[in-house]
């Protein structure tokens, strides 16, 4: 990949990085399930697979219910590969008053669908000690 495609699809990257971040922001789960490819998966950690954009947005759902207010993601670094792409990066969760409650790393796989990229396998784990 010459360097000026690595460019475009890192800009592409953060670009869906951030309408999944401002769908969070919103509420809106539906929305972020949106942002994944209709047999998408998320791999949480201690946790079944969760696939398929219902459970998804039954997932961020959840997440919101919990009292997490914003997922702000740091892309770390991008490479595609004909239809697909990875990502690997940084994950911050607040809840109210910005107060950080998680830091994470993760892994996706970005599929292109009908022109657009979306979030294919997306799996994560949390950078807090395991408590005893």
């Not at 399930?33 to 459970?55: F, H, K, W």
């Amino acid at each position: 990949m010459n360097t000026a495609n690595a460019a475009e699809i890192r800009s592409e990257i953060e670009r869906q990085n951030k309408k999944f971040m401002e769908a969070y922001r919103r509420g809106d789960a539906a929305g972020m399930a949106a942002l994944y490819t209709e047999d998408g998966m998320i791999m949480p950690p201690n946790s079944d697979i969760v696939e398929g954009r219902e459970q998804i947005q039954n997932f961020f759902q959840a997440l919101m219910n919990m009292g997490i207010k914003s997922i702000e993601l740091q892309t770390r670094e991008v490479e595609q590969h004909e239809n697909t792409a990875y990502e690997v990066s940084r994950a911050t969760l607040s809840v109210e008053g910005d107060q950080v409650v998680d830091e994470a790393k993760y892994i996706v796989i970005w599929k292109r669908e009908n022109g657009d990229w979306k979030l294919h396998r997306d799996i994560f784990n949390s950078n807090l000690k395991p408590q005893a």
